[in-house]
């Protein structure tokens, strides 16, 4: 049976002209993309955090804020794009769409400018206003939803209706990305890791949005047969959480008990998403949102730089596996990501007013209260 379309083509005159005007976007997109790219192909920086209470244990943060785009969502959104070209689902005259918390929609977005292909980003009401007044001078269009709205749902529906190309970043982050290298986060990691003398790190700590990083950080150090452990930094009791306790008591995750809401934005998320790769994951650790903003602070006070909730999320985890290290008499390097730029956050995470309102006190930064995790004094 042949489909009708609203506008007279069938599905198979639509077919013919999808591919037939396809071929020239792709080798023009492609190209721009790539030169592009290639001005700013500089790797991003790997800092250090001295760890005195830490005896033989070393901790590196690669900062993925030094994107043009701010945040390390600038390699998925141009796997996203890519993907959507060479598969022949982006082609002239259509826009696009995607579900997202805001770093990759600024990601997204500025790809889409370059493209000059028209762009919506669908996210939550709740979005830092900070992420939602970049986007817009990137030229895209924000649609904002209730919490009680599917994003991902909603921007699959926008995309049916308008005809546009629904990029999907939680459905395809894990597929778009290049695991085996072309320079993607984990190679680039292990690259800048040997050069500092730490070929082999004893952890890569990361948090899970999409599932993309985790997944391809964790496939490539199989596929280069390499001791280093993953470990995945999440909110407490977000469903990635509950997905990896109820798979290590032999079950499936069926939605209790519910993932509990938090502030960190881009992590934390309330469903299993088709991107999380459960058996690349070597641990987790559970971090609350009071701890995760306490060592969001405690970046800025020892770094001099602003990071999102997601980096302080990091910085706490890594903290945690170094008291266990040192514990055990081992030695060795972690590594982990500092995600995005703090300034995006100005107006929520660095508000006190805003952290009261959400029932949370404006954190001291110097203990940086994780039980588990001591913090370095200020150097």
């Known amino acids: 049976m042949t489909r009708t379309w609203p506008d007279g083509h069938d599905q198979r005159r639509l077919g013919h002209l999808h591919r037939r005007r396809c071929r020239p976007l792709l080798g023009q997109c492609s190209r721009r993309v790539l030169a592009r790219e290639a001005q700013g192909a500089r790797d991003t920086p790997l800092r250090t955090l001295a760890l005195p209470g830490f005896p033989g244990i070393e901790l590196f943060l690669k900062d993925e804020s030094a994107h043009p785009t701010g ?28 579900a997202s ?20 980003a669908v996210m939550p009401e709740t979005t830092a206003p900070g992420k939602i007044r970049e ?31 629904f990029l999907d970043q939680f459905g395809l982050a894990e597929r778009a990305t290049d695991w085996r290298g072309n320079n993607n986060i984990a190679e680039s990691i292990i690259g800048q890791m040997a050069a500092h003398g730490h070929p082999d790190p004893a952890w890569i ?13 964790g496939r490539y150090l199989r ?22 306790n109820a798979r290590r008591a032999g079950r499936c995750w069926d939605g209790a008990p519910v993932a509990e809401a938090t502030v960190i934005e ?10 999380f790769v459960f058996d690349v ?14 060592h969001m602070r405690a970046l800025e006070l020892r770094l001099g730089r602003r990071y999102g909730g997601s980096s302080g ?64 004094d200020p150097a």
């Open 71 to 98: 945040s390390l969502k600038h390699r998925l959104a141009r796997s996203l794009f890519l993907y959507a070209l060479c598969n022949g689902r982006l082609v002239r005259g259509q826009g696009a769409i995607d």
């Open 101 to 120: 918390s805001g770093s990759t929609a600024i990601s997204e977005a500025w790809f889409a400018r370059m493209l000059r292909v028209p762009f919506t």
């Open 135 to 165: 986007l817009r001078k990137l030229g895209a269009r924000c649609e904002l939803v209730g919490s009680d709205v599917d994003c991902t749902a909603m921007a699959r529906a926008i995309a049916a209706r308008d005809h546009l190309c």
């Open 205 to 217: 700590v990361c948090g899970a949005g999409t599932g993309g990083t985790s997944a391809t950080i």
């Open 223 to 244: 596929y280069r047969r390499m001791s280093t452990s993953l470990c995945v930094a999440e909110p407490t009791a977000s469903a990635f959480v509950h997905g990896w």
């Open 266 to 275: 881009g992590i934390g998320r309330q469903r299993i998403e088709p991107g």
């Open 281 to 294: 994951v070597d641990a987790i650790v559970e971090v609350d949102d009071a701890a995760s903003i306490a």
């Open 313 to 376: 999320t990091n910085l706490a985890a890594c903290l945690v596996l170094a008291r266990r290290m040192r514990e055990r008499g081992e030695r060795g390097s972690i590594v982990s990501l500092l995600c995005d730029r703090g300034e995006r956050y100005a107006e929520t995470l660095f508000d006190g007013r805003w952290l009261s309102a959400q029932g949370l006190a404006t954190p001291n930064p110097a203990p940086a209260g994780l039980p588990d995790a001591e913090l370095p």
